[in-house]
């Protein structure tokens, strides 16, 4: 069973930086797309960043510029990197890998149990 694990969540003023980890139990080589997520209390969880094959990245607006997702294959990691922090990017982060039924390999849709990002003064 794939499993995914965040790390490097916490509190941090604006303007700060954070390094989200992704922590994946199986290969991330046979995963097609991960993703982060994140949703705020009362909000609707949005996609924030996600990394397909060939390393192609694609970032909601909101965050252009300013973080990016990257992928360790040896390690089965996804990590993003956030910098220029701003409050309304208080949320929980969520980790999610994707990958529809194939020849030899079963579909999936798992989701981390998230890490929290506070940014405040």
């Known amino acids: 069973q794939v499993q995914l694990v965040e790390s490097g969540g916490g509190l941090v003023q604006p303007g700060g930086s954070l390094r989200l980890s992704c922590a994946v139990s199986?290969?991330?080589?046979?995963?097609?797309?991960m993703a982060w997520y994140r949703q705020a209390p009362g909000k609707q969880r949005e996609l924030v960043a996600s990394i397909i094959s060939g390393d192609r990245t694609n970032y909601a607006d909101a965050v252009k510029g300013r973080f990016t997702i990257s992928r360790d294959n040896a390690r089965n990691t996804v990590y993003l990197q956030m910098n220029s922090l701003k409050p309304e990017d208080t949320a929980v982060y969520y980790c999610?890998?994707?990958?529809?039924?194939?020849?030899?390999?079963?579909?999936?849709?798992?989701w981390g149990q998230g890490t929290l990002v506070t940014v405040s003064s």
């Open positions: 999610n890998a994707n990958r529809p039924k194939v020849l030899g390999l079963s579909a999936l849709d798992v």
């Open positions: 199986g290969s991330i080589s046979s995963i097609f797309a």
